[in-house]
């Protein structure tokens, strides 16, 4: 059983930097592909981004293509998102999630595990 719990949220100024950490236990994290959420506060649950097992493949929201950062340390069994150039859109909880297969993907329904959301408030 996979354990996610995420960490590194807070309260920053639009146009800050923020990066924020997952870390796995239980399962085998290196054979799962990853992705991170989000939930604003009027808002229903999005894609955020998702890596393969092996860190080769990596998809995007539109929304924060060339600003987000997915990536994974598989030897820490870990998954960071770096948020760069951080808007007030960008607030919500943060979700990291894992689907029981290797292939990053968008599909929300195919996340089967979850942590339980760090929160990230941009101000303007």
């Known amino acids: 059983q996979v354990q996610l719990v995420e960490s590194g949220g807070g309260l920053v100024q639009a146009g800050d930097s923020l990066r924020l950490a997952c870390a796995a236990s239980?399962?085998?994290?290196?054979?799962?592909?990853m992705g991170w959420f989000r939930q604003g506060p009027t808002k229903e649950r999005e894609f955020v981004a998702s890596?393969?097992?092996?860190?080769?493949?990596?998809y995007y929201a539109d929304s924060v293509k060339g600003r987000f950062t997915i990536s994974r340390d598989s030897a820490k069994n870990t998954v960071d998102l770096q948020m760069n150039g951080l808007t007030p859109e960008d607030t919500g909880v943060y979700y990291c999630?894992?689907?029981?297969?290797?292939?990053?993907?968008?599909?929300?329904?195919?996340?089967?595990?979850w942590g339980q959301g760090t929160q990230v408030t941009v101000s303007s």
């Open positions: 890596i393969s097992w092996s860190g080769g493949v990596t």
């Open positions: 239980g399962g085998t994290f290196s054979n799962y592909a």
């Open positions: 999630a894992s689907p029981p297969h290797r292939w990053a993907t968008t599909a929300t329904s195919q996340y089967i595990y």
